[in-house]
Every structure is written in C-alpha cells, then in structure tokens.
C-alpha cells in the first residue's frame, strides 16, 4: 500500500532557488497531483519582507504546503541567545519532525532539484520502513524545462555511488547519512529524539544522527541508492549574498573528512567530563541536548500550533562557555 511522507524542506539561503525543488516536485506525481505534506522551514522569513509571498508566487496554487521559519533556537533567529546568529542545521530539520503529518519524513536541502524517480524511491522506503540515503551532487548549468531536469554538468561528488553494484539499495553504516536526501520512519526519528542541537554550531548533525540509528538497533535498515538523485548548484552554496550576510555568521566550511574528525575529537574531550557531570543522557543513541524533547514539542504542536518558547535561563556551549558571549 502507497504511504504518504512529509517532504521537509530546508533552507537558510538569501536566494535558494525555490523554483528548482517546486518545478521537479510536480514532476514526481504521474498527474501532477502533490499528494504528500510539502514543508519548508526557511530561515529568512522574519528577514526578508515578501518571502511568503515570494514562495507563493512560485508555486501559484499547484500543490499545499506549509511556509514556517524553524522552531524558536538559542543558537538562530529571532529569539537567539547568541551574539551571532547561526544556522544551527539540528533545530531546523526538528523542525519539519515536529510539524510532520505523516509516517515518513523526507528531508532535502536548499539550491536542489529532484531527479526522475526521487519519490518512488523514498515512497518505497516508506512501505518498508527503513531510512533511505539518496544520492547528491553538486553541479553547474542546471537547466529545468517542462518540470524535469533537462541536464546539467555533473562532477561526480558523492562518492558512495561506486560502492552500489546494480540499482538495489545498498545496505550502509550510519556514518554515510548525509542531511541533503535522507528519509526516515517517523517512529526511528521519535526513539532517538530526532537531530542532536548539541551541534547547533558544530556541523556533522546527519553523520551523528545516522549513527545513533544504528545504536537505537536499526543498523540493518539503513540503505542509500545512487538513483535516488538531487542536484544542487555548487557555485551558488559559495556566493556572496547566500554564504556570507548580517543575518547568520560566517561558517567554516571544511571537507566531510575534517569535520568528522573536529567532531571526533571534540566528542572525545567533552564525554568524560558529561560524564562526571552526570549529564550524558544515554550513551547509546539519545541526544546529548536534553532541552529539545521531540515527543513533547510534538504533543505541543498537535495541540496548539505553536512551538515551545526559549526560556531566559543561562545555557552554555559545551566548550564551557556562555553562550551570550558567542
């Protein structure tokens, strides 16, 4: 039996090319019917007069969704407790968990468009209930016509792709969930207690989410499939007026090897002293971060539309320093 997802988009950008992920999205239902819960969670809302309307512009009545900035953040956005203001990856795709209607939520990133197939894929997932890695690449020339992708230069990035011999999902570590096209089971994302915002500022959230799965005991239900394709521009992750603004900080970009391993490390230091602190909430696969409870922030949506307030106590970053100082 076909399930229904929720499809989460997300986006932190100036200028995140709405129109790629809209145009390829109608494409992916055989009579251009979007029967799926459409969400973006964008960060520019409250910073950019007319993006609501921007965004309806684009999509002209063709399909329902939800338009919402992320759920108040200690570390982003208007109610931030932070100097700068950060991206802060975990709370935003928390974010489209809470607000999730459906079994199976799929999450795709900014700057993207879907190739043929992409939703039968994930659709699939869904029926057998287990998390499916899609493929990426970053590319250039993307030119879009008559809803689908027409082509594109490709250049090859995700490497996970030579791994997969045939067209069959390949069974994969926790570490090979990358955030940009990733679907879960609603049911994993709530034992786990969705994306740890421990690393609001750090980076490496999807690895780390990836990980816990396996821990929580879905380690054989983790599967990527090249076919289930997004491109993404590379150049415009990198420009001017998306990278750099007075509404978010500068982010140090590093290659996925270097991140994994400042994490690593980090992780490393900082776990015996939670320890001895009593803090570490589960050294199996919980999140570090006790504050977010997926469960309740859900509860309290389904209730009441509106998502838990940041309350004016002290919070410090887990480096010991205060957070209002950052």
């Not at 390829?24 to 239902?29: A, E, F, K, P, V």
């Not at 997932?125 to 008559?146: M, P, Q």
């Not at 570490?175 to 994306?195: A, C, I, K, M, T």
Request: negative net charge; contains cysteine; hydrophobic residues 35%.
């Amino acid at each position: 039996m076909s399930k229904n997802l929720t499809i989460v988009y997300v986006t932190c950008r100036r200028e995140p090319m709405f129109q790629w992920f809209a145009e390829t999205l109608i494409s992916q239902y055989p009579d251009g019917v979007v029967t799926d819960q459409i969400i973006f969670i964008d960060s520019f809302i409250h910073h950019e007069e007319g993006r609501i309307e921007k965004l309806a512009k684009i999509v002209d009545g063709r399909f329902c969704y939800t338009h919402t900035p992320p759920k108040p953040s200690i570390w982003r956005g208007k109610y931030r407790k932070t100097k700068s203001n950060f991206f802060d990856a975990s709370s935003t795709r928390n974010t489209g968990i809470v607000l999730a209607e459906n079994e199976h939520i799929v999450f795709v990133d900014d700057l993207s468009a879907l190739a043929d197939g992409w939703l039968n894929y994930h659709r699939k997932a869904a029926e057998d209930k287990v998390i499916l890695c899609g493929a990426y690449d970053k590319v250039s020339d993307i030119v879009i016509s008559s809803n689908k992708i027409v082509s594109y230069k490709a250049n090859n990035l995700d490497h996970r792709g030579v791994s997969q011999v045939g067209n069959d999902n390949l069974k994969v570590s926790g570490g090979w969930v990358f955030g940009q096209n990733v679907s879960f089971p609603l049911e994993f994302l709530e034992r786990v207690n969705g994306y740890d915002e421990f690393l609001a500022r750090r980076g490496c959230e999807d690895c780390n989410i990836g990980v816990r799965m396996e821990l929580a005991g879905y380690k054989d239900l983790i599967f990527y499939n090249k076919n289930c394709l997004i491109i993404e521009d590379e150049a415009m992750h990198s420009s001017g007026v998306n990278q750099v603004d007075e509404f978010y900080a500068k982010r140090v970009w590093k290659t996925d090897c270097e991140k994994n391993e400042e994490v690593t490390v980090l992780f490393g230091k900082i776990m015996k002293s939670l320890e001895d602190k009593n803090l570490y909430i589960d050294k199996n696969f919980k999140t570090i971060d006790a504050y977010f409870n997926l469960k309740e922030e859900r509860e309290l949506w389904q209730k009441t539309k509106t998502f838990k307030p940041i309350n004016n106590i002290e919070h410090f970053d887990f480096d010991g320093q205060n957070i209002s100082d950052i």
